[in-house]
C-alpha cells in the first residue's frame, strides 16, 4: 500500500470582492486534515468518523470530495468500513509502503469451491449477539439464518470441510437450494436473490477440531484444523452473508504468489 501523497495545506478563508468565504476543499487536503484528527487523538483507533454528511457540513466540501478523501485515508491503511457502523479508525498512521503484492485472485480460487459438493445439515434462526456480530460483520441483535454444511470434495472420501453460513432472512430461499449442489455458495445466492458479492474479508485461525464439528467431519477430537472466518460484502459494505468453516489441516491447502514490487 503506498503512503498517502502529502498535500500543503492552504488557508480556509479566500477573499473575493470584500467578502470572505471558505476556499473549496481538495480530496487530498480534506484527507490530510482527517490524517491530522487521528494523528493528534482527536479520533482514536477504534473511533467512528463523522458521517459523510457531517463531513460535508463541517467542511463546506461536496460528497464526491468525502468519499475520494476517505477512499485515500483508507488506501493508506488509517480508515476501514465497517458495516452498519459507517467509517472507523483502522490505524493512526499511515501504513509503510508495500515491497510484496500479491497477485490477482479470484473468488473462486478463494473459497476452493471446484469438485466440490455441498450437505445440508440443519438451519436454525438466533438473534445476533455481541461475539457474533464481531465475527461476522452483522450489526447486534438482528435475526439471522443459521445454516450448517457440509463440503466435500468429490474424489475424495472424507469431508473437507463443515461451514456454518449466517444468512439474512430476506435471502432465506437460498436454503432449498443448497443439499447436493455443487455450485459455490456465493454463485447461488447471487443468482437467486439478486445481489452481488463486491468484497471478501478473511481470517483464518488454528483451532482444534471439537464437538459436533469434528463428528460431522470423522476427524479425531481435537484433531488440528484452520477455521476460516469470511465476510461476504456488497457495494455499500453491508454483510449479505457470512461463513464461519472449519477445515482438518490435512484436507485443506492454499496456493499464493507474490511479485516483489522495485
Known sequence: MR??????????????DGWTRRARLSPAVLAQLLEGDIQNGRYKVGDRLPTELELQDKYGVSRYCVREALQQLKNAGMVAARAGIGHAVAASRPMEPQRYMRSAITLPELVQSANTRLGLLQTQTLRVDHELASRTGFPEGIEVIQV??????????????????????????????IDGQSEAFHVMLERLCGVTIQEVRQRILAVNATGTDASALQATEGQASLEITRQF??????????????????RFSHDTSFQVVR
Open 3 to 16: 503512503r498517502m501523497k502529502r498535500t500543503r495545506v492552504q488557508a480556509d478563508t479566500v477573499q473575493t
Open 148 to 177: 450448517k454444511v457440509l463440503r466435500n470434495k468429490l474424489a475424495q472420501a472424507l469431508p473437507t470441510a463443515v461451514l456454518t453460513i449466517y444468512l439474512l432472512p430476506e435471502h432465506a430461499i437460498v436454503i432449498d437450494s
Open 233 to 250: 460484502l456488497d457495494a455499500t459494505a453491508r454483510v449479505i452473508f457470512a461463513s464461519i468453516g472449519v477445515y482438518p489441516s490435512d
